[in-house]
Every structure is written in structure tokens, then in C-alpha cells.
């Protein structure tokens, strides 16, 4: 049993967290104002092979290993929290693309997507139903050589700045729920395409809104894999997207541990460190621990995938522990800084409202736990 990261993968390390610290963490605030990330910085996360990096060679990727798409999301979500989500979005859709879309159409669209010249979103919930995504009604008729779309999709992160997007519909009926879905690659400048953007307590930079399709032509080689097949896709992909979101969150969280044992000694009060505090030091150690042993739990579940082994029950404990680990482990650094926590100069109170989106999105904890059950539960 082996828990050190290998001379590549620390070197990747090394290089992430340099263009992190430098180049991220200088405008996580200011993504957060204007609501968007640069395409010049996705751009050079692309130039830099941090992008479906774990995707065949003959796509864009760079044939790395999972975790190593871990370690990478995990640096760059130190940096910016938001800016994590560009990686991981790559890499989930990116499976999909690469594994169900024609090879032509795969390369087309994952060269662009993994050079950071063009970024995909995932559009699967709809406005009558989150959890119960087998439920969804957006059709997509078959109308000779391409697919009609009408319907809408909503709760989509970057929503209104992706290039393409991976859209559900359904081509059955609702009785058949699961079986009656299938998978698109849709380009968003197609006609009949909108969207609108909400207003959100965090991950402003990402963005989340709904996209309504009103008779959008697709066309039928645009279909990922075969009719009726498209929700056991995505739930395969969420699996691995999974333990890169607990990475992604947790990052956020050790980041934050970090700067405040740092400013327990420095800051005075009675005479003494606040380091020699056990009331505020004991709670910080206890989410050290925390920390620790749920970021070890995302790397087993992105090593169970390298080793193409069942991961389904890791990945739901990924999901459900990690984002709401983080919330309570920056809530704790934030009261540990006290009045200075509290205002927007430091990136705690930003932080903390970023890393609540994800108790909600990509599945709720309630979900994730019926599956960890399920999974757990005698056959």
C-alpha cells in the first residue's frame, strides 16, 4: 500500500500550485465581481495540459491517470475555487464525449475543450425535478437526419459561458424514464438557443441559469452513444466527477486551515499567541483530522477508477462528505479571525458562500447517501 504521489505526479503538483498562487488566487475576488472567468486563463490552464489531461492522446488529453487529475484540480481549486470547476467540467464531459460521441465528432470538440479555446457544460436538471433526474421531459424528436430539442434545462453551471454542451432529452417515453434518455453534443450558437443567468449567493464566476431549446435542430451524428442510453452515461461519469468535487472543495478547506494556523501565531491577544488558545486550536485540529481522512477517500476512489474497479459507494461518500466538511472548516477559520474573518478583505466569507453550492449540485447529500446504502446493503 502505497500513499506517495510519484515523481511526475509531485512535479505536476509543484507547477499547478506555483501557476495557482500566482496567477489565481490574485483574482478570485475579482471573478467574483464581474461574474466570469477569463478565457485567457482557461486558455493557459489548456497551453499548460491541465485539461482533460486524464483523456487519450488522439483527443487533446495527455493519457494521465485520475488522480493525477485529482492533484491537478485540487492546486488550482487552492488558488480559485471557481476556477476548479473549468477542469472538472472537462473531465466529466470529456468521458462522455470521448467514450459515446463519433471519433470525428470527438476530436473536433475535445481538441478545442482540452486546449481551453472552448469550454462544455453538462445540461441534465429540469425546472419540475433536481434529484429525480430520470424524470425529465426536454424532447428530443427524431425528425429524418437530425433531432428536434424543446424544453428547458435549468440550475446549469456556466450556462451562459459555454461553447457546447452535453444536453439530455428524451426520445421515449416519460413511462420509460431512464431507458426513453439519450445524450447530445449540442453547440450553443445553434438557433432556438437562450439562456438566462440567476443571481446566486456564491460561485458567481461560475455562473448558473437555465437554457431553453425552442425547436433546435441538432444533428442525429451529434447523438452520444446509442438512443435510450444517455442517463446510464452521465451516471457513470458522475461517479469519477464525484471524488474530483470532494478534491475541489477539500482543497478550499486545507487552504483555509493553512492561513488561519498561520494567524494564530501572529495575532496577540492577552499577552500571548492565539496559538496558545486550546478553544481555538482543538477545534482546528479536529478538522485537520477531518481533512485529512476525507481527501485520502477521493484519491482511493480515483485510484479504484485507475484500476478499473467498482466505485460507486466511494465516490456518493466523496460527494456528500467533502462540500459539507469544507463549509464547516472555513465557518471555523472565518470565527477564528474573528472581526477581520467576517469582511470581504480576506477570501474566507467568499469562500464559504462558493463551497455551499456544492451540498446541493451534482447530487444532494440525502442522494448520496441512498446510494452508499444501496451499495452497502446485502444483495
Known amino acids: 500500500m502505497n500513499f506517495a504521489f510519484n515523481e511526475q505526479q509531485n512535479a505536476i503538483r509543484e507547477t499547478v500550485a506555483r501557476f495557482s498562487a500566482d496567477v489565481l488566487a490574485p483574482g478570485y475576488r475579482k471573478r467574483d465581481r464581474e461574474g466570469r472567468i477569463e478565457r485567457e486563463v482557461i486558455q493557459q490552464m489548456g497551453e499548460m495540459g491541465l485539461l482533460g489531461g486524464e483523456l487519450p492522446e488522439e ?46 465528432l470527438a476530436s473536433e470538440w475535445l481538441s478545442e475543450i ?24 426536454l424532447k428530443a424528436e427524431r425528425r429524418g437526419d437530425v433531432y428536434v430539442l424543446n424544453g428547458e434545462k435549468t440550475s446549469i453551471s456556466m450556462a451562459d459561458q459555454a461553447d457546447v454542451a452535453v444536453v439530455f432529452g ?3 417515453t416519460v413511462e420509460q424514464r431512464a431507458s ?25 464566476a461560475i455562473g448558473r441559469g437555465s437554457i431553453f431549446f425552442d425547436n433546435v435542430e ?8 446509442e438512443e435510450g442510453k ?30 488561519t494556523w498561520q494567524w494564530l501565531t501572529e495575532r496577540q491577544a492577552f499577552g500571548q499567541p ?75 466569507a467568499q469562500r464559504l458562500r462558493d463551497v455551499l453550492g456544492l451540498q446541493i449540485g451534482d447530487g444532494t447529500a440525502q442522494i448520496m447517501k441512498n446510494i452508499i446504502a444501496r451499495e452497502s446493503i446485502p444483495k
Open 170 to 172: 428524451r426520445t421515449g
Open 180 to 204: 426513453g434518455i439519450s445524450a447530445f453534443l449540442v453547440p450553443m450558437n445553434l438557433p432556438g438557443i437562450t439562456t438566462t443567468r440567476f443571481e446566486d449567493a456564491g460561485q458567481r
Open 218 to 225: 441538432v444533428p442525429a451524428s451529434h447523438r452520444l452513444g
Open 114 to 137: 482540452t486546449a481551453g479555446r472552448r469550454v462544455a457544460c453538462i445540461a441534465l436538471t429540469e425546472p419540475h425535478g433536481g434529484s429525480d433526474a430520470a424524470s425529465l421531459r
Open 230 to 259: 444517455g442517463f446510464k452515461q452521465v451516471m457513470q461519469g458522475f461517479d469519477y466527477s464525484r471524488a474530483l468535487i470532494g478534491l475541489q472543495c477539500l482543497a478550499v478547506a486545507q487552504q483555509s486551515l493553512d492561513e
Open 274 to 348: 492565539l496559538a496558545a488558545f486550546q478553544g481555538l486550536t482543538h477545534p482546528l485540529a479536529e478538522y485537520q483530522t477531518y481533512v485529512q481522512a476525507a481527501r485520502l477517500q477521493c484519491f482511493y476512489a480515483l485510484w479504484l477508477k485507475d484500476n478499473k474497479l467498482p466505485h460507486n459507494a466511494e465516490a456518493a461518500m466523496n460527494k456528500w462528505w467533502g462540500p459539507k466538511l469544507a463549509f464547516d472548516v472555513v465557518k471555523q477559520c472565518l470565527l477564528a479571525h474573528g472581526h477581520t474573518g467576517y469582511g470581504e478583505d480576506l477570501p474566507l
Open 59 to 104: 483527443f487533446g488529453g495527455s493519457g494521465l491517470d485520475c488522480v493525477t487529475a485529482g492533484i491537478i484540480i485540487e492546486e488550482i481549486a487552492k488558488g480559485d475555487f471557481n476556477v476548479g470547476y473549468i477542469p472538472l467540467l472537462t473531465s466529466l464531459n470529456g468521458q462522455i464525449i470521448a467514450q459515446h460521441a463519433q471519433p470525428a
